[in-house]
Antibody, heavy 118, light 110 residues
Framework: QVQLQESGPGLVKPSETLSLTCTVS????????WSWIRQPPGKGLEWIGY???????NYNPSLKSRVTISLDTSNNHFSLRLSSVTAADTAVYYC????????????WGQGTLVTVSS | QTVVTQEPSFSVSPGGTVTLTCGLS?????????PSWYQQTPGQAPRTLIY???TRSSGVPDRFSGSILGNKAALTITGAQADDESDYYC??????????FGGGTKLTVL
């Protein structure tokens, strides 16, 4: 059973960079798409972007200028960096897997709350 | 900007049938958008219910079904149970690889 686990600071200061890692266990990173999704408190889900195991990426146009998703195949994890954060970036951040040609998310991490505050 | 539309809230009686829909601010939803549906209860990660319009994810009861109804994707729950009370999100894949979540439907079973 594939498991995904998000990790990273729970508190980030405004204007700084949010950094999270998603560790994939009991499965390989190869041949899949890996996404980040977030959910502000009391609100809906928002797709941030994905990275394919080959390294190609695609980002939500509304966040594209501030987002970088990267992959570390040797350590079986992928990461999110979101720059110049504001309070509006406060959310639960989820990582998720998309199977090849699947066009859906089949496994999700449990989520991690990141609060942007001074 | 493309918006994926869902009913903000819906109510169903226990044992009843409810159909939630997923539309586009402009245009029609078809299977080419690979509609998928996710169930989320408070404090939990989303759970995958339906993908590629009508394929149930592993372990999902067959009282959950997906389809295209008219110009929208639809999730139908037949024989609603108390623990179906959740938020339901649809997701559409745009041709350029962009993924868009609907705003979610809060389903009440009472």
């Amino acid at each position: 059973q594939v498991q995904l686990q998000e990790s990273g600071p729970g508190l980030v200061k405004p204007s700084e960079t949010l950094s999270l890692t998603c560790t994939v266990s009991s499965g390989s990173i190869s041949s899949y798409y890996w996404s980040w999704i977030r959910q502000p408190p009391g609100k809906g889900l928002e797709w941030i972007g994905y990275i394919y195991y080959s390294g190609s990426t695609n980002y939500n146009p509304s966040l594209k200028s501030r987002v970088t998703i990267s992959l570390d195949t040797s350590n079986n994890h992928f990461s999110l960096r979101l720059s110049s954060v504001t309070a509006a970036d406060t959310a639960v951040y989820y990582c998720a897997r998309e199977p090849p040609r699947g066009r859906y998310f089949d496994y999700w991490g449990q989520g991690t709350l990141v609060t942007v505050s001074s | 900007q493309t918006v994926v539309t869902q009913e903000p809230s819906f109510s169903v009686s226990p044992g009843g049938t409810v159909t939630l829909t997923c539309g586009l601010s402009s245009g029609s939803v078809s299977s080419t958008y690979y509609p998928s549906w996710y169930q989320q209860t408070p404090g939990q990660a989303p759970r995958t219910l339906i993908y590629s319009t009508d394929t149930r994810s592993s372990g999902v009861p067959d009282r959950f079904s997906g389809s295209i109804l008219g110009n929208k994707a639809a999730l139908t729950i037949t024989g609603a149970q108390a623990d179906d009370e959740s938020d339901y999100y649809c997701v559409l894949y745009m041709g350029n690889g962009i993924v868009i979540f609907g705003g979610g439907t809060k389903l009440t079973v009472l």
